[in-house]
């Protein structure tokens, strides 16, 4: 074959597995809705409404891996504002989640370290700065949110909300 052939080829071949490798990152990670659709119910509620806002929570993050407070109640129904911040010298993120949710998330973070997303139930806040994350929670129940920087969430980097009946 002529180099020229031949170098072409692996191009190709190269643009095959970028086109791979990002394929599965939107599996894995959907891109945010549009603003004018329904939120998408998930098993832990829905990306809140920032006009109807019924409750406002702020949590600080530290590089002691934790959140305070790292326990809360809610309403079923309310929509909690969180106001994030990051008070250590690390990037740290607050994503909201099922435990299950968390532990999977987790575990594809360890795996491909530098994988970005970007959802309503989350916020990645860099150092100093301060992110928020509105939610409506829908289902009664034991919910959780972790930070899911590699090694944070194993670190115990966790907390609970628990949403009551209303
Ligand atoms: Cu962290």
Request: with cysteine; proline share 6%.
């Given at each position: ?90 990037m740290?993120e ?29 916020v990645h806040v ?41």
């Open positions: 074959m002529n180099p020229i052939v031949a170098s072409g080829l692996i191009a190709t071949l190269l643009a095959f597995a970028a086109a791979g490798a990002l394929a599965h990152g939107d599996a894995a990670h959907k891109p945010k809705p549009s603003a004018t659709a329904t939120p998408a119910e998930t098993s832990f509620g829905r990306a809140g409404d920032p006009k109807r806002v019924t409750r406002t929570v702020s949590i600080d993050m530290s590089d002691r891996m934790r959140f305070t407070p790292s326990e809360l109640q809610v309403k079923q129904g309310d929509t909690v504002r969180f106001v994030v911040k990051n008070s250590g010298k690390v740290h607050m994503v909201l989640g099922t435990r299950k949710d968390l532990a999977e998330h987790a575990e594809l973070m360890r795996k491909f370290p530098n994988m970005e997303h970007e959802e309503d139930y989350m860099a150092p100093g700065k301060t992110g928020e994350i509105v939610w409506q929670f829908t289902k009664t129940g034991e919910f959780h949110f972790g930070c899911l920087v590699p090694g944070h969430f194993e670190a115990g980097m966790v907390g609970r909300v628990r949403v009551l009946p209303k």
